[in-house]
């Protein structure tokens, strides 16, 4: 387990070099949850983690994953007004392009069939089963939906609620941790200075002073 908190290291650093406030966003708080929670459980390790850990764990990676999603594509929205086709743009961490993406969706049936039609191509050899027709069906049919699907089942987890006060509590305990950090980093700074001029004092000399020593006889 880690003996200090990288989250707490990493603004120390920051925090000498440039001035940093607070931003008012949903993934920045979920993200500073996530990380007291990662540095208090073993995520390199989660089969020995308790229960309500790993539900922790679950619900805040789930909560992460989802605003940090909508802030990627907010600044996604920003990047393409910015960026020109096919010429990377470089930052700290990686670089993106401008590039295209290409979608289909078929027109009106109607028109497709007729035009295929046209072109000599039987509608039967295109014409696909509608699901939605087929249930409407089933209710009226002694047919079992086993019978026209191909059914498999499969389980995963669902986050089901969030304790929004319980998160709030703790993140609150973390900006206070962090706040309180930096007031003893600034003091310890100060107390540096304070040294370095001392010892400057001590060890430099005005160039015109003269020494004299004596001889002994």
Do not use: C, W
């Amino acid at each position: 387990m880690p003996t200090s908190s990288p989250l707490v290291e990493a603004h120390e650093v920051a925090s000498d070099t440039s001035d940093r406030e607070e931003p008012d966003i949903p993934v920045y708080a979920d993200a500073l949850l996530l990380i007291d929670a990662l540095e208090r459980y073993d995520p390199t390790d989660l089969e020995a983690t308790e229960t309500p850990a790993l539900v922790n764990l679950y619900t805040l990676l789930s909560d992460v994953q989802r605003n940090a999603n909508d802030l990627r594509q907010e600044v996604r929205a920003v990047l393409l007004d910015r960026l020109h086709h096919d010429q990377p743009v470089s930052g700290q961490y990686g670089s993106v392009q401008r590039t295209s993406r290409r979608n289909r969706a078929l027109k009106d049936d109607e028109e497709v069939l007729t035009l295929l039609e046209d072109a000599g191509i039987d509608r039967e050899r295109v014409t696909t089963v509608d699901a939605s027709k087929v249930d409407e069906a089933l209710e009226v049919t002694e047919l079992a939906e086993s019978d026209v699907y191909d059914i498999t089942e499969s389980e995963y987890v669902r986050k089901a609620e969030v304790d929004e006060e319980t998160k709030q509590s703790r993140l609150q305990g973390l900006k206070d941790q962090l706040a309180a950090t930096d007031e003893n980093t600034e003091e310890l700074q100060q107390e540096i200075e304070e040294l370095e001029a001392r010892i400057d004092d001590l060890t430099s000399f005005d160039a015109g002073t003269t020494f004299h020593t004596t001889s002994q006889e």
